[in-house]
């Protein structure tokens, strides 16, 4: 018998969500879209086996708040892909949930109204639509796994998943990850350090049983298998970079060190750009530089970029805002983002294959 004295007191309501499997049977997986994610999966796999000498690159805007603006994007996206697709392998960034260091609007799934009335089954409605017109475009898709529940209704569309900079210490999304169907990316710490996601590694790639829910939204205990591809993606801290060669050079010797493969990617943005979208391309050339070099352990890139350059502050109304801008962290535009990875393209497409 539940007692109101002791439980439940900073709780204001509870309201039943929709289940995963009643929203994928609204929204089902095409025959197209599944194929589109299967092949996306074993590609960025094949990759950090080393069986496809391309590189995998996560591109797009920091968040996802305008559907029409996302499409636009992924039609640009697909068509520079098949102009790129023998050296790089494009990999659309469609993050739908936002960490925040204290409050801020928490992207589309949790407010997809932006005027915090957290219309989250809305959300999720909005964000597996979404996703299905991409992948059935033949695009691979790429998120943030954050919420340990939103797997459940979108990580059939979901080629790679990355775990961020606040969340890779975190047991439970460790456990997340080591369950989840495709390739996922632990960042560095906040502080910049390796110990976290080495740590995270080693765990993501072993079994873990933890609390979750099933297909039928029943609270259940979800036990996993393991997963074999995760890899380091390294994001700079505390204000400095680290994705020059000396700081790629450590991280491949505590990958080693830890018997773990070496595989890492550069996150192009937040502190290894002190969140300039300007020295974002900078990144890129100078990674691009590392392997022309000799590097053989940078495997992938991740960059921020969206139709318009910069970023925004939401608005009261959110049809006052500038179309195809990010409302979270600054991207480049859609122009340099075209430029950038036709140089990285250019530049690599004779030293990949002998790599």
Not at 52 to 74: M, N, Q, W
Not at 171 to 189: C, D, F, P, W
Not at 338 to 353: I, S, W
Request: charged content about 20%.
């Amino acid at each position: 018998m539940s007692d109101n004295r002791v439980e439940n007191l900073n709780i204001e309501s509870n309201n039943v969500l929709i289940t995963p499997d009643q929203l994928k049977a609204k929204l089902a997986l095409s025959e197209s879209a599944a194929t589109s994610v299967m092949e996306s999966r074993q590609t960025i796999k094949n990759i950090l086996k080393g069986e496809d000498k391309r590189l995998f690159i996560v591109v797009g805007p920091c968040s996802i708040h305008d559907t029409k603006a996302a499409i636009e994007y992924g039609q640009k996206l697909k068509q520079l892909a098949e102009q790129v697709q023998d050296t790089l392998y494009l990999v659309m960034r469609v993050y739908f949930e936002k960490p925040r260091t204290t409050v801020g609007w928490k992207g589309l799934i949790n407010d997809p109204r932006m005027d915090d009335s957290f219309q989250i089954e809305e959300g999720l409605h909005i964000g597996r639509e979404l996703l299905l017109q991409l992948a059935e475009a033949g695009l691979p898709l790429a998120t943030e796994a954050l919420d340990p529940i939103s797997p459940q209704y979108i990580q059939d569309l979901i080629a790679w998943s990355a775990i961020g900079a606040r969340t890779t210490e975190s047991q439970t999304h460790r456990e997340m990850s080591s369950g989840l169907s495709g390739a996922v990316g632990l960042k560095n710490g906040t502080d910049g350090g390796l110990t976290v996601a080495i740590n995270a590694l080693e765990s993501v790639a072993h079994p873990h049983s933890f609390l979750g829910i099933n297909e039928q939204g029943q609270v259940s205990i979800v036990r996993t298998r393991g997963n074999k591809y995760g890899h380091v993606v390294l994001r700079g801290g505390n204000g400095e970079p680290n994705y020059d060669s000396v700081h790629v050079a450590l991280c491949e010797q505590a990958l080693e060190k830890a018997g773990l493969k070496q595989n890492i990617m550069i996150d192009c943005s937040h502190a290894n750009s002190n969140k300039d979208p300007a020295l974002q391309p900078l990144v890129v050339e100078n990674a691009t530089n590392q392997i022309i070099e000799g590097n053989k352990s940078i495997v992938g890139l991740m960059v921020e970029s969206n139709l318009g350059w910069g970023n925004q502050k939401m608005t009261a109304n959110p049809a006052d805002l500038q179309y195809g801008v990010s409302i979270t962290d600054a991207c480049i535009d859609w122009e340099t983002t075209e430029k950038t990875l036709l140089d990285m393209h250019n530049k690599l497409k004779d030293v990949l294959p002998n790599r």
